[in-house]
């Protein structure tokens, strides 16, 4: 079944540890995501990718890095975690020209203390 | 700027009552709109997308929206709420030229018996 998944879906880390959080959609899709989302707020774009070898960063500030070395993966690394990292990360995926809207995976819940 | 505005941050419903969630845009010209729907634990599900034509759109589950271009609105219905309803609402707002997809910050419903 085509699908966009996560992982690990909750992660408890330590400051100044270096945490990678997955996503792997099976769509074949061009477009991917990463979104921050915290309680009563919007969604934050802090990162995208259109292709292989393309990324972008969104709008909020990030000190996080992705990588798009294939089209069915597309990484997350924060190289230094801190309590303010503490959140909740989506990933998303689309197709390429088409606005049919967002496929979203469950979410990675990340806690630093 | 580009916006979008979830005027209500919760909303409580009887099951079996109609339910209306608002939803307002600010976008130069006329928009693609979404609404997702996120349930505890879990990533966005696109419910129903409006690009263009008729003003009413149908979605999965039941939901419909209105597009009003006069009232710059983009509200989502549903004529008879489930108590499976309950989740957070996310109204979404994507235009063209590269305008990447903004969401609001989410209404939270919750279904009484």
Known sequence: EAD?????????????????????????????????????????????????????????????????????????????????????????????????????????????? | AQSVTQPDIHITVSEGASLELRCNYSYGATPYLFWYVQSPGQGLQLLLKYFSGDTLVQGIKGFEAEFKRSQSSFNLRKPSVHWSDAAEYFCAVEGTGGFKTIFGAGTRLFVKA
């Open chain 1, 4 to 113: 966009i998944y996560q992982t690990p879906r909750y992660l408890v880390i330590g400051t100044g540890k270096k945490i990678t959080l997955e996503c792997s959609q099976t769509m074949g899709h061009d477009k991917m995501y990463w979104y921050q989302q915290d309680p009563g707020m919007e969604l934050h774009l802090i990162h995208y990718s259109y292709g292989v070898n393309s990324t972008e960063k969104g709008d909020l500030s990030s000190e996080s890095t992705v990588s798009r070395i294939r089209t069915e993966h597309f990484p997350l690394t924060l190289e230094s975690a801190r309590p303010s990292h503490t959140s909740q990360y989506l990933c998303a995926s689309s197709e390429a020209g088409d606005r049919l809207g967002y496929t979203f995976g469950s979410g990675t819940r990340l806690t630093v203390v």
